[in-house]
């Protein structure tokens, strides 16, 4: 009898873990429901935004190099004739504003042969501005200017917007209106109705400049083909955006 009273009681224990471990159970079980049933009720897409624009203004890379015997006249012959590419862009309307230099400098050159110490064999000047321009229509009418002036390192010129931000904000406009139709589509497709934006953010970007490859260009060749070379090509902006929304 006793021992079947011990049987009874351990049975009677044993249920009553039982039914404390379930309940604590249920409040995850519970969670994870909501959770499946929120992401049922999601759609996420990414949107798009392109433009494509004239370039409005023009980043030209020029200077003047020079090389003699000693270090004072390469420098003296490099300022003469800097000075005048000067007058020719000022001449061309450009302002002083727009002439920032990129690279000044005098450097020893050297002569190298086998089992010798390398020798000083004279100096070079060089004198390097990046030139703002907005006359496009001009532009080539500039280079050839200062390359008849004394240019005679033309090394890069590209292309630009300066108010970049207006045109970025257009391309997020179009970004979100992108993914708002996608979402749509899709909503439709799966037989659900579309609702309120719950997340949006910018998920990339991508720009494309139209660059001219002068730098493969010898002076000289420059120079004849500067008042028609400069073709700019348009600017590409391209923003992306993440959206998420309700489904009904």
């Known amino acids: 009898m006793h ?121 070079e000047a060089r004198h390097q501005v990046k030139v703002n321009y907005r006359k496009l229509n001009k532009l080539g009418e500039l280079v050839d200017a200062a390359s008849k002036a004394g240019a005679n390192d033309i090394s890069d010129i590209s292309f630009g917007i300066e108010n970049i931000e207006s045109l970025e904000l257009q391309a997020l406009e179009k970004a979100v209106a992108n993914g708002t139709k996608k979402a749509q589509a899709l909503a439709k497709a799966s037989g659900r109705q579309l609702g309120q934006v719950i997340a949006i953010s910018e998920s990339g970007s991508d720009f494309s400049i139209p660059r001219l490859a002068v730098a493969e260009m010898s002076n000289d060749h420059m120079a004849k083909v500067a008042p028609s070379a400069p073709q700019a090509g348009q600017v590409k902006i391209q923003l992306n955006v993440q959206l998420e929304f309700e489904l009904k």
């Open 3 to 123: 021992q079947l009273w011990k049987r009874t009681m351990v049975a009677v224990a044993l249920c009553a873990a039982l039914f404390v471990t379930s309940a604590q159970l249920q409040p995850g079980t519970a969670s994870a429901a909501v959770a499946t049933d929120v992401n049922r009720n999601v759609i996420s897409v990414t949107g798009q935004g392109k433009l494509e624009v004239d370039p409005d203004i023009a980043y030209v890379v020029l200077g003047v190099v020079t090389r003699t015997d000693k270090a004072d006249e390469a420098q003296k012959l490099n300022a003469e004739k800097f000075d005048k590419v000067k007058k020719a862009l000022t001449s061309h309307g450009v302002d002083n504003k727009d002439v920032k230099t990129v690279q000044f400098s005098v450097q020893p050159q050297y002569s190298y042969k086998e089992n010798q110490e390398p020798k000083i064999v004279g100096y």
